[in-house]
């Protein structure tokens, strides 16, 4: 059974640092990633998408990595500014049920300070 | 593009009654809708998938009589909550897949007193 993990839990950094939040899953046969970002309050936006076959995917100042074989994920973040904080998710897609059935991670929840 | 419009944001609902929450697909054609929830501090989780013109597959220990879905057309799906109870009071979202990835509604949070 597929489980994400992301790492760490919490994060709070100074305005303009660069930083990287982690996701690890356990079944390296997955259809993609994602990684969303969760507002108070608010629904899901998806932030990138890395499909199986790709290794990163970059939008702006985030990028995100795809290892398959090791199971990992990161999204990087340059430049952080304070309205980044909010929660950061990863979800996976797996090959074998629905591709509707992404399998998210608790999340990373990052505060930005000024 | 790509938008999926969810209504209402907010609810609060009286326990016993029902529900209905909208998803509406408003520049592309959704075959296939998915409905979550979440839980304070759990992951989103998977409830059900909707396909147009047939019956919903739902996931192990969710109550299809309790959350009934339609996918009456490829614009439209609705998932109604019956017979509401506090336990029930949750963030509902729906999501479906485009060329871009899956794109999600807003969500809908539900709370029943």
């Known amino acids: 059974k597929q489980e994400v993990t992301q790492i760490p839990a919490a994060l709070s950094v100074p305005e303009g640092e660069n930083l990287v939040l982690n996701c690890s899953f356990t079944?390296?046969?997955?259809?993609?990633l994602q990684w969303f970002r969760q507002d108070p309050g608010k629904g899901l936006t998806s932030l990138l998408l890395i499909q199986s076959s790709q290794r990163e995917q970059t939008s702006g100042r985030l990028n995100a990595s795809l290892d398959k074989s090791s199971g990992r994920s990161t999204l990087y973040i340059a430049a952080s500014q304070p309205g980044d904080s909010a929660t950061y998710l990863c979800a996976v897609a797996d090959y074998g049920g629905s591709q509707g059935n992404l399998i998210f991670g608790k999340g990373t929840k990052l505060s930005v300070k000024p | 593009g790509a938008v999926v419009s969810q209504h209402p944001s907010r609810v609060i609902c009286k326990s016993g009654t029902s529900v209905k929450i909208e998803c509406r697909s408003l520049?592309?054609?959704?075959?296939?809708m998915f409905w979550y929830r979440q839980f304070p501090k759990k992951s989103l989780m998977l409830m059900a998938t909707?396909?147009?013109?047939?019956?919903?597959?739902?996931e192990q220990g969710v109550e299809k009589d309790k959350f009934l879905i339609n996918h009456a057309s490829l614009t439209l799906s609705t998932l109604t909550v019956t017979s509401a109870h506090p336990e029930d009071s949750s963030f509902y979202i729906c999501s479906a897949e485009t060329y871009y990835g899956y794109t999600f509604g807003s969500g809908t949070r539900l709370t029943v007193v």
């Open positions: 909707s396909n147009e013109g047939s019956k919903a597959t739902y």
């Open positions: 079944d390296s046969a997955i259809y993609n």
């Open positions: 520049d592309f054609q959704a075959t296939t």
